[in-house]
């Protein structure tokens, strides 16, 4: 690789042109890509793995300093960028165990997998010029595979507002193809992502690049409320309404079901036990039913009656105790033995308990609540570890606890935030998750990112501690929702756009920066609304029966507003020397109005 790798292996002409659009492509890359070459970029990771430490660490290194990007360029040319990212995955564990250990490396390493995931579920990862053009430009600047790709000439600098919140952005976004993600499982090994939909489908998804390996299977007959893979990955639950479905995880095969419930509503949470062998179920009945997992025959009558709505059940990690919320906001615990109650309930919380979360070692729970706090608990006593965690502003929606136990992520309409389990203090967010409302979220197995689910999305965020620590820039409803027309000034430094609203804002489109006008106008449709051939002013209707003009400077009225009938207008234009608008009308007449008078020539 270090003799071959090199910046535009292919000699590609233009970003502009998909790869599968060139011509040549296969020839291209037979002939600059050697066999050698292409075997080394995609098994390097698994050969580091076989090597002594201290012999490769400053190789190492060099190569994310020097080669990254041109390595990145051979994988996605190849299409095997999200072996790539699971590569990267093993060269951190591989440093993880490394002697001596490197927190840098460990840091670099880490940065290149964020920046290779979020090229690949990008749309300009289908040219690989956009490694360059696109991906690198818009890289967060703290991310040091920005640093270090700075070397290479021609790169975009960005600056300004909106560069900054791409310090909190999500490394990846997935659009599965249904209105609303019901919940979400990752494998225990990392690989996949399992997800039920609000329309009846079960998908196993790629952990690296959000392809689907699986499905959409089909054998629910409404929404899929809960899904959980089994301990050794080879098989996924999935539950609705009254049905419980096991499946192969590999092969979308069913294994066991649907069995039915008797439960009285929509089956809220289904997981397995430990070692495979059970499953615990909570629904909209209010009790907690135990299940054999490979014949789907009940172990013993429902736990309990008189509980809250179940939206959490969930077995210990070493698998002696199942949990659930009660109807007095408290969490009760049983023996998987024989169903018997297990020990004092944790009680604390003045709202539903919609999410739990065992520590590793099940020696403690911790708890989100629509009282806007998480706690945690110590089982053997039902006290509480430390005060509660404090800083949501709705209710808790989820919460998991980190592999090491050091820990808890939580989820509420519209943030993400992660603490430290032993204080609570803050170790990074808010993260702001706009476009959706996380349901259900999980650490990776390596802790170093988050997967969560919101409407028809999924989502893939590196947990970094400290990250975004300070509050990220918000912006109003109406400034991001409903932007109906957007037209840049001639000089391309500023545009303007028109809200939902008729709001009329003017940015910097060097740094996102936006200042509001006085005054409204809406822009509804192109034919109505026109810039004036030098820029200066923007003409557009207001309502349904008045014309102006705006300079599009400082938003202020230019001329206007005249009277019109919106209705009837078909087309819209300025004068050359832009005095006068000429204003066409569906029923043939043509009007000219002067701008500095007012006056008006049919």
């Not at 051979?74 to 440093?95: D, F, N, P």
């Not at 959490?312 to 615990?333: M, Q, V, Y």
């Not at 820029?535 to 009225?557: E, K, P």
Request: aromatic share 8%; proline share 5%.
């Amino acid at each position: 690789m270090k003799d071959q790798l090199r910046f535009n292996i292919c000699n590609l002409a233009s970003s502009f042109v998909p790869d599968k659009e060139v011509e040549d492509m296969e020839e291209r890359i037979k002939a600059n890509i050697s066999p050698t070459l292409a075997y080394a970029c995609r098994f390097w990771t698994s050969h580091l793995a076989l090597a002594p430490h201290a012999s490769v660490l400053t190789l190492l290194d060099e190569f994310l300093r020097d080669r990254l990007l041109f390595w990145m360029e051979v994988l996605s040319l190849r299409r095997e960028l999200a072996t790539g990212i699971e590569g990267l995955l093993k060269v951190q564990q591989w440093l993880a165990r490394a002697e001596p250990s490197s927190s840098e490396l460990m840091y670099y390493v880490d940065d290149a997998r964020s920046f290779v995931t979020s090229f690949a579920v990008n749309p300009t990862s289908q040219s690989t010029p956009h490694i360059y053009l696109s991906s690198l430009s818009l890289c967060p600047r703290s991310n040091t595979v920005y640093h270090h790709g700075q070397r290479l000439r021609g790169l975009l600098e960005l600056k300004g507002s909106l560069m900054d919140l791409r310090e909190g952005a999500p490394l990846a976004v997935w659009d599965i193809g249904s209105e609303h993600v019901e919940s979400l499982a990752l494998s225990p090994d990392g690989n996949r992502v399992a997800t039920g939909c609000s329309d009846k489908m079960l998908r196993i998804l790629s952990a690296y690049d959000g392809t689907t390996q699986l499905g959409p299977l089909k054998g629910h007959t409404e929404a899929v409320s809960s899904i959980a893979f089994s301990p050794d990955g080879g098989r996924v639950v999935s539950s609705s309404d009254h049905d419980i479905i096991v499946w192969n995880a590999y092969n979308g095969t069913l294994i066991t079901g649907p069995f039915r419930s008797s439960q009285l509503g929509t089956i809220l949470s289904v997981s397995f036990s430990p070692d495979g062998s059970l499953l615990v179920s909570g629904g909209l009945d209010h009790t907690v039913r135990v299940w054999n997992a490979h014949d789907g025959s009940p172990l013993f009558d429902p736990l309990a009656s008189g509980l809250d709505l179940v939206f959490c059940t969930k077995f210990s990690p070493n698998g002696s105790l199942i949990a659930a919320p009660s109807a007095d906001h408290s969490i009760r615990l049983w023996n998987t033995f024989d169903g018997s109650p297990s020990g004092p309930m944790l009680e604390g919380h003045t709202g539903p308990v919609q999410s739990f979360a065992f520590t590793p070692d099940s020696t403690r729970l911790v708890s989100g609540s629509n009282d806007q706090t998480i706690r945690v608990w110590n089982i053997s006593d039902g006290s509480l570890v430390v005060d509660p965690f404090q800083g949501h502003t709705s209710a808790i929606r989820a919460v998991d606890v980190s592999h090491d136990g050091t820990r808890v992520v939580s989820s509420d309409s519209s943030t993400i935030r992660l603490w430290n389990i032993d204080d609570g203090t803050l170790v990074a967010g808010p993260f702001y998750a706009i476009t959706a409302s996380p349901g259900s979220l999980a650490f990776s197995p390596d802790d170093t990112r988050i997967i969560y689910a919101g409407h028809g999305r999924i989502y893939v965020r590196s947990m970094r501690d400290g990250m975004f620590l300070r509050a990220p820039a918000t912006l109003q409803d109406d400034v991001i929702i409903g932007i109906s027309s957007v037209a840049f000034r001639s000089e391309g430094t500023h545009f303007m756009t028109s809200g939902r609203a008729g709001a009329l804002r003017i940015w910097n489109a060097t740094d996102g920066s936006f200042t509001t006008s006085p005054n409204k106008a809406e822009f509804v449709q192109s034919s109505f609304s026109t810039l004036s051939p030098d820029g200066s002013y923007i003409a557009g209707t207001q309502g349904d029966t008045s014309l102006q003009v705006v300079d599009t400077m400082d938003g202020s009225l230019a001329a206007g507003p005249f009277e019109i009938e919106r209705s009837e207008l078909s087309t819209l234009s300025f004068s050359r020397n832009n005095r006068a608008i000429i204003m066409g009308f569906l029923d043939g007449t043509i009007k000219l109005c002067d701008l500095k008078s007012g006056n008006t020539t049919v």
